[in-house]
Nanobody, 123 residues
Framework: QVQLVESGGGLVQAGGSLRLSCAAS????????MGWFRQAPGKEREFVAT????????YYAGSVKGRFTISRDNAKNTVYLQMNSLKPEDTAAYFC????????????????WGQGTQVTVSS
């Protein structure tokens, strides 16, 4: 099993920045990729970004490309999501997830999920 704990959410004005963290514990050696997803009230969960655990491969949703950056610190078993130029439409609960194989861009490809952290962007 892999446990994931997100942190770093909060309230920020439009144009501001936040950095989310996701700390992994447990069988971290089994992680192949980690991703971030978000879900706004009344909407479906959507892919945000993903990164290969032992490599440089990263993928982003078109809506965040150029504004968000995913990175990892293997020594700390932590993945980050740096969010810049935030917009009110970025408001959502953000979840990190871990995959045992592949670098998926859909939720079905992930095996473990965190509890989420709320990001609210005011206009």
């Amino acid at each position: 099993q892999v446990q994931l704990v997100e942190s770093g959410g909060g309230l920020v004005q439009a144009g501001g920045s936040l950095r989310l963290s996701c700390a992994a514990s447990g069988r971290t050696f089994s992680i192949y990729a980690m991703g971030w997803f978000r879900q706004a009230p009344g909407k479906e969960r959507e892919f945000v970004a993903t990164i290969k655990w032992n490599g440089r491969n990263t993928y982003y949703a078109g809506s965040v490309k150029g504004r968000f950056t995913i990175s990892r610190d293997n020594a700390k078993n932590t993945v980050y999501l740096q969010m810049n130029s935030l917009k009110p439409e970025d408001t959502a609960a953000y979840f990190c997830a871990a995959s045992n194989q592949g670098v998926p861009t859909t939720g079905r490809g992930y095996d473990y999920w965190g509890q989420g952290t709320q990001v609210t962007v005011s206009s």
